[in-house]
């Protein structure tokens, strides 16, 4: 196996159907050694190397996968205006010391003939409602490629943000369904001084366009200081709403209240199991976020 040596510190594997990730595991593993995965979309900011950066404290090694994953996209444009910038992406990770990077051509996680999905049915119902209903598909989508490359990696530990909650929520139930022998770790959002819950659609944002996006921020917190005073998910919504539409440039798709563990927004359970979720749309780039009432 290969290793790069003229600029990154780590190994990239870029054909997952080669022996080399097996090769890198026979070599540098041992029944003692726990492996870390965090699989992304590239655009990498330091959100994503929080994730890395949790992984190195909790396991032996860690890998990183760098896929952006077309069957999560519900629009085309979206698709084909999500930053790429893998040079970047290297660098950022070799300052972290990680081991191994995978980067894989859309044709090895999804050969030609393969147009297979996992069945999600058993638990559809936590991928309905807020993304699911906003961005038909995308759970399907992120099921599909975060299997296959957890069949790849074989990993102890999966580590995900709290920034896409439903998606860690969906990703939980399909890793106990699939009978995958790993932890999944939520890992809390990464925001900026402002608030701005972190993301690689903020590179997509003009310096004003971030500072008017923070205001999404501000209505969750408002929402939240609201339920914690003891008033109803429908009056912590409504006040959390009403900073959002008072935020110039910031177009609400949905400002909602939903129980943590089943995603409802009909039965959302007591306080104590309420998360905020908020999608809007700045200068055209659409941007979600959330609070868990009861950190």
Not at 9 to 30: A, E, P
Not at 108 to 129: K, N, R
Not at 202 to 231: F, M, P, T, W
């Amino acid at each position: 196996m290969k290793k790069r040596k003229e600029r990154y510190d780590f190994y990239m594997v870029k054909s997952i159907n080669t022996r080399d990730y097996h090769d890198w595991r026979l070599q540098f593993t041992s029944e003692n050694s726990s492996i870390g995965f965090v699989p992304t979309m590239g655009a990498l900011h330091q959100g994503h190397l929080y994730l890395v950066q949790q992984a190195k404290r909790q396991c032996s090694q860690v890998v990183v996968s760098i896929f952006v994953n077309p069957r999560q996209f519900n629009d085309a444009n979206d698709l084909e205006s999500y930053p790429v910038q893998l040079e970047e992406d290297l660098a950022l990770l070799s300052n972290e010391g990680i081991d191994i990077v995978l980067v894989p051509s859309i044709h090895e996680i999804y050969p030609v003939d393969d147009t297979s999905s996992l069945d999600m049915s058993s638990y559809a119902h936590i991928a309905q409602g807020l993304e699911g209903d906003h961005r038909p598909g995308h759970f399907q989508g992120v099921v599909d490629v975060v299997s296959r490359l957890l069949t790849i990696v074989k990993p102890q530990k999966l580590y995900l943000g709290k920034k896409d909650y439903q998606q860690l929520k969906v990703l939980e139930a399909m890793v106990r369904k699939e009978k995958f022998a790993l932890d999944v770790i939520g890992v809390p959002t990464e925001r900026a001084y402002s608030g701005l819950a972190l993301s690689s659609r903020n590179a997509l944002l003009s310096e004003d366009g971030r500072a008017r996006a923070s205001r999404i921020y501000e209505a969750l917190q408002c929402a939240k200081a609201v339920a914690l005073h003891g008033d109803s998910a429908e009056i912590a919504c409504a006040k959390g709403k009403a900073v959002l539409q008072s935020a110039e440039g910031v177009k609400e798709e949905y400002f909602l209240i939903a129980n943590r563990h089943t995603m409802s927004v009909n039965e959302v359970g007591s306080p104590k199991e309420w998360v905020v979720f908020c999608a809007a749309h700045v200068e055209g780039v659409r941007l979600i976020d959330n609070v868990e009432v009861f950190d």
